[in-house]
Nanobody
C-alpha cells in the first residue's frame, strides 16, 4: 500500500489549506485514517483521525479549525485546515490502517505516507 500526500504549502496566518492523502494498493477496506503533525524534531503528534464509519476525533488545539474527511470510493482522506496559525507549521503525515492479505493471511496493517510541508507565516 502506498500513500500520496499533497496540498501543503506556504500560507499566511488565517488562511486555509486542504491536505489530501490517497491510498493505492491491493487492500479490502480502509479502517482508519490518521493525520499527524511533526514540528522540529522526531516527535509526531496526532492531529485528527476518521474511521470507516465516519467517526472523527481531533486534538484540542485544532478543534473548530480543522476538519477530517474521507472518500472511501477514492481511498482518499482530506484534512481541511482553516484559520491556520504559525504553530501549525510543520510536516503533516497521514497514515492508513487497512484490511488486506499479507503472506496469505488476512489482517489489519498500518502504512505511513511521506508527509507534506505546511508553513504558516505570521
Amino acid at each position: 500500500v502506498q500513500l500520496q500526500a499533497s496540498g501543503g504549502g506556504l500560507v499566511q496566518a488565517g488562511d486555509s489549506l486542504r491536505l489530501s492523502c490517497a491510498a493505492s494498493g491491493n487492500f479490502a477496506n480502509v479502517n482508519v485514517w490518521t493525520w499527524y503533525h511533526q514540528r522540529q524534531g522526531p516527535e509526531r503528534d496526532l492531529v485528527a483521525s476518521i474511521t470507516r464509519t465516519n467517526i472523527s476525533t481531533y486534538v484540542d488545539s485544532v478543534k473548530g479549525r480543522f476538519a477530517v474527511s474521507s472518500d472511501n470510493a477514492k481511498s482518499t482522506s482530506y484534512l481541511l485546515m482553516n484559520n491556520l496559525k504559525p504553530d501549525d507549521t510543520g510536516v503533516y503525515f497521514c497514515t492508513v490502517d487497512v484490511l488486506m492479505v499479507r503472506n496469505s493471511r488476512w489482517g489489519n496493517y498500518l502504512y505511513w505516507g511521506h508527509g507534506t510541508q505546511v508553513t504558516v507565516s505570521s
